[in-house]
């Protein structure tokens, strides 16, 4: 998935009119040095209206464009905070020609965190005119109000549509991650060749209403629905032909939907799972931690805590356990923090009391204990319109081997004839052409899909809409 699905703690998740906005709007990258670990995040201060915004990513959760709230910027003080299911995230720092650097707190946790002015611009700026029409669209899902474009190609035809699923944690409806935009530049590569697509931002993010972190992809798999009907009811759009495509969790979702409801013409998974999520946890685990040389002893623990919290999950019984091992644990990691992050507590019992309750907050969301127990493999065993499965040689967030297998076993068992699944070479989580795969590595690379891919895409697309008929 987007996020890292393999921390045990929670990792994050009024402005003011000054004489000198300018020096700080714009896009700074950095990162919250919290317990002894590095959590990138971005952060954008533009000006609206003459006032101070400011949005967040935090790449490693999968998340993009989060609202800042009480954003304010006067003389040297730099001060924002982003509204969080564990609670308020504070920042509060200090500007130093282009540094940004202060304290972070969240759950009474205390930690610093750094910004410097990126290097880079991380959007995407459309240098001509779209070749096709965009408007952008509201979707209601009972109190759940979801903010959408929908591009449309010129003409009078109805056209087939796609719509697009966004993988786990927070998501614009470009998907953006370091400046990589996958959404934006599948819709401006489809639409202009005769498909419309359907993007919007997940619950609680851009336009959207609701909230994320309260939410299961079950929740989500009702959104998308809702995103059918509209588009059924859509003129211009061949409600016979309309498909989904999920990526990451994205995938996961489609399946759902797509195993319940008749109408959905075709599916493409883009790195999506297939097989339980406690075995996505270990194999994630297994992955990144050898690309990152961390030692065997503590992926054993983690695997533990993994298969402790699945088995909490079923009973409702062994928190207790799961909350005592945490706590043996924590001292060592306090120990492993630099001397100033260290300073910060009055001392190691205050570390480890924040420490755990942060870990079993993570560990007993909503989120976390519905993807730990959920089977994929349950919802392609009865999928039997036509599927494409993608999946990136390099990726370590869903490792391609294991999950082909599985969704290829799974279809067979459905008995679906007419599936295509690809491992495409060089290629990491996110469909970029990558050296490692390991999420690390995202912000470094080109903000475009590997060569060739969107290529497969559209002639898949095309062969499988032209079956259907007129």
Same mark, same amino acid.
């Given at each position: 998935?987007?996020r890292?699905?393999?921390?045990?703690?929670?990792?994050?998740?009024?402005?003011?009119?000054?004489?000198s906005?300018?020096?700080?709007?714009?896009?700074?990258?950095?990162?919250?040095?919290?317990?002894?670990?590095?959590?990138?995040?971005?952060?954008?201060?533009?000006?609206?209206?003459?006032?101070l915004?400011?949005?967040?990513?935090?790449p490693?959760?999968?998340?993009?464009g989060?609202?800042?709230?009480?954003?304010?910027?006067?003389?040297?003080?730099?001060?924002?905070?982003?509204?969080?299911?564990? $609670?308020?995230?504070?920042?509060?720092?200090?500007?130093?020609?282009?540094?940004?650097?202060?304290?972070?707190?969240?759950?009474?946790?205390?930690?610093?965190?750094?910004?410097?002015?990126?290097?880079?611009?991380?959007?995407?700026?459309?240098?001509?005119?779209?070749?096709?029409?965009?408007?952008?669209?509201?979707?209601?899902?009972?109190d759940?109000?979801?903010g959408?474009?929908?591009?449309?190609?010129?003409?009078?035809?109805?056209?087939?549509?796609?719509?697009?699923?966004? $993988?786990? $944690?927070?998501?614009?409806?470009?998907?953006?991650?370091?400046?990589?935009?996958?959404?934006?530049?599948?819709?401006?590569?489809?639409?202009?060749?005769?498909?419309?697509?359907?993007?919007?931002?997940?619950?609680?993010?851009?336009?959207?209403?609701?909230?994320?972190?309260?939410?299961?992809?079950?929740?989500?798999?009702?959104?998308?629905?809702?995103?059918?009907?509209?588009?059924?009811?859509?003129e211009?759009?061949?409600?016979?032909?309309?498909?989904?495509?999920?990526?990451?969790?994205?995938?996961?979702?489609?399946?759902?939907?797509?195993?319940?409801?008749?109408d959905?013409a075709?599916?493409?998974?883009?790195?999506?799972?297939?097989?339980?999520?406690?075995?996505?946890?270990?194999?994630?685990?297994?992955?990144?931690?050898?690309?990152?040389?961390?030692?065997?002893?503590?992926?054993?623990?983690?695997?533990?805590?993994? !298969?402790?919290?699945?088995?909490?999950?079923?009973t $409702?019984?062994?928190w207790?356990?799961?909350?005592?091992?945490?706590?043996?644990?924590?001292?060592?990691?306090?120990?492993?923090?630099?001397?100033? !992050?260290?300073?910060?507590?009055?001392?190691?019992?205050?570390?480890?009391?924040?420490?755990?309750?942060?870990?079993?907050?993570?560990?007993?969301?909503?989120?976390?204990?519905?993807?730990i127990?959920?089977?994929?493999?349950?919802?392609?065993?009865?999928?039997?319109?036509?599927?494409?499965?993608?999946?990136?040689?390099?990726?370590?967030?869903?490792?391609?081997?294991? !999950?082909?297998d599985?969704?290829?076993?799974?279809?067979?068992?459905?008995?679906n004839?007419?599936?295509?699944?690809?491992?495409?070479?060089?290629?990491?989580?996110?469909?970029?052409?990558?050296?490692?795969?390991?999420?690390?590595?995202?912000?470094?690379?080109?903000?475009?899909?590997?060569?060739?891919?969107?290529?497969?895409?559209?002639?898949?697309?095309?062969e499988?809409?032209?079956?259907?008929?007129?």
């Amino acid at each position: 998935m987007q996020r890292l699905l393999l921390s045990i703690t929670v990792l994050l998740f009024s402005s003011l009119i000054l004489f000198s906005q300018s020096e700080i709007d714009g896009t700074w990258d950095g990162a919250i040095d919290i317990m002894g670990t590095e959590l990138i995040i971005i952060v954008k201060f533009y000006t609206d209206e003459d006032q101070l915004k400011a949005t967040i990513d935090i790449p490693q959760q999968g998340a993009q464009g989060l609202s800042l709230t009480n954003v304010h910027f006067e003389h040297d003080s730099v001060y924002f905070e982003l509204p969080a299911g564990p $609670g308020l995230a504070v920042f509060d720092g200090i500007l130093e020609g282009e540094h940004i650097s202060g304290k972070f707190t969240q759950a009474g946790i205390d930690a610093t965190f750094y910004l410097q002015k990126a290097d880079i611009d991380y959007d995407i700026v459309d240098e001509e005119p779209l070749p096709f029409r965009e408007e952008n669209v509201y979707i209601h899902n009972d109190d759940i109000k979801l903010g959408c474009t929908l591009t449309l190609p010129f003409g009078d035809d109805t056209f087939p549509a796609v719509i697009l699923i966004t $993988g786990s $944690g927070g998501q614009d409806r470009d998907e953006t991650i370091f400046g990589f935009k996958p959404f934006r530049l599948l819709a401006n590569h489809l639409t202009p060749h005769g498909i419309a697509v359907l993007r919007c931002d997940d619950r609680g993010i851009g336009e959207s209403t609701g909230n994320l972190m309260e939410s299961t992809s079950e929740d989500l798999a009702g959104d998308v629905n809702e995103m059918v009907a509209y588009l059924q009811c859509r003129e211009e759009i061949v409600d016979r032909k309309i498909g989904l495509l999920g990526h990451s969790e994205g995938g996961i979702i489609a399946a759902m939907v797509a195993a319940q409801n008749n109408d959905i013409a075709f599916i493409i998974s883009m790195a999506g799972s297939a097989v339980p999520g406690r075995d996505i946890l270990i194999a994630q685990s297994e992955l990144i931690f050898a690309e990152m040389g961390i030692d065997d002893a503590i992926l054993e623990q983690q695997i533990r805590i993994i !298969n402790l919290v699945y088995e909490a999950a079923e009973t $409702g019984e062994g928190w207790d356990e799961i909350e005592q091992i945490i706590r043996q644990l924590t001292p060592a990691q306090f120990e492993t923090m630099a001397h100033e !992050n260290q300073d910060t507590f009055e001392d190691v019992d205050q570390f480890v009391e924040q420490y755990v309750r942060g870990s079993l907050a993570a560990l007993q969301s909503k989120w976390y204990l519905f993807f730990i127990r959920h089977d994929p493999s349950e919802n392609w065993r009865q999928i039997t319109q036509p599927v494409l499965g993608l999946f990136g040689e390099l990726d370590l967030q869903v490792p391609p081997g294991m !999950n082909k297998d599985a969704m290829q076993e799974a279809l067979e068992y459905a008995g679906n004839t007419d599936y295509t699944l690809k491992i495409i070479p060089q290629a990491n989580h996110l469909f970029q052409r990558a050296e490692t795969g390991s999420p690390t590595e995202y912000a470094q690379l080109e903000t475009e899909f590997i060569d060739g891919f969107l290529d497969i895409l559209l002639t898949w697309l095309r062969e499988t809409i032209e079956a259907r008929g007129n």
